[in-house]
């Protein structure tokens, strides 16, 4: 027969082991943490993009963004020619028009980066630029107008660069010469 005493030193003893026993199925069945990289490859990324074209000018511009984010900016100055007054009823001049109904030359840049692993971006860039021809005389309504049309470029190039601010060096089609640089802040 077993005494009261002998059922708890009983009960003491199971407890003990039943608790050591979960304590060391729980330890196995969690797997450790694994450290993939030193760098955080989604931190912000200073870029400078610089443009020498005979066709849309000489600009330049530094942004920064994220591992994986577009960003979107646009240059405007003054066509070669000078700038000049466009009718509210000319067809399609959006595109070579300020908001005060003056012709512009602009690029619009398009800038995609993502980070690999290694440090080095992976960059799309789409470049798109407009600029006014000579004014030629349309018929709208059956009135006669004297209208720019767009004289477009557009072109998407995709390269791999380092981000330790060496600079990269892409000539477009027209003849336009890109140097980007990019740099982790």
């Not at 990289?37 to 000489?58: F, L």
């Not at 100055?77 to 009823?89: L, W």
């Not at 109904?101 to 960059?123: C, E, H, L, Y």
């Not at 892409?170 to 010469?177: E, K, M, Y």
Request: contains cysteine; proline residues 4%.
């Amino acid at each position: 027969m077993i005494d009261r005493l002998d059922f708890v030193r009983f009960h003491r003893v199971a407890s003990v082991a039943l608790a050591l026993g979960f304590l060391a199925s729980s330890a196995h069945a969690t797997p450790g943490i694994k450290v993939m990289s030193e760098v955080a490859n989604d931190g912000p990324i200073k870029y400078t993009v610089k443009m020498v074209s005979k066709a849309w000018g000489n600009e330049q511009e530094t942004r920064t963004i994220r591992s994986g984010q577009t960003d979107d900016f646009t240059w405007q100055s003054k066509p070669a020619g000078g700038a000049q007054n466009v009718p509210d009823t000319c067809p399609d001049v959006g595109s070579i028009r300020n908001a005060i109904g003056v012709t512009v030359r602009q690029v619009k840049i398009r800038f995609s980066a993502v980070i690999a692993s290694n440090g080095d971006a992976d960059v799309q860039l789409n470049f798109q630029g407009h600029a006014p021809r000579a004014a030629t005389t349309v018929t709208v309504a059956g009135k006669k107008l004297q209208c720019p049309t767009d004289n477009s470029f557009s072109q998407m190039v995709h390269f791999t660069m380092p981000t330790g601010g060496a600079e990269k060096s892409l000539t477009l089609s027209d003849g336009t010469r890109l140097t980007v640089s990019a740099s982790r802040k």
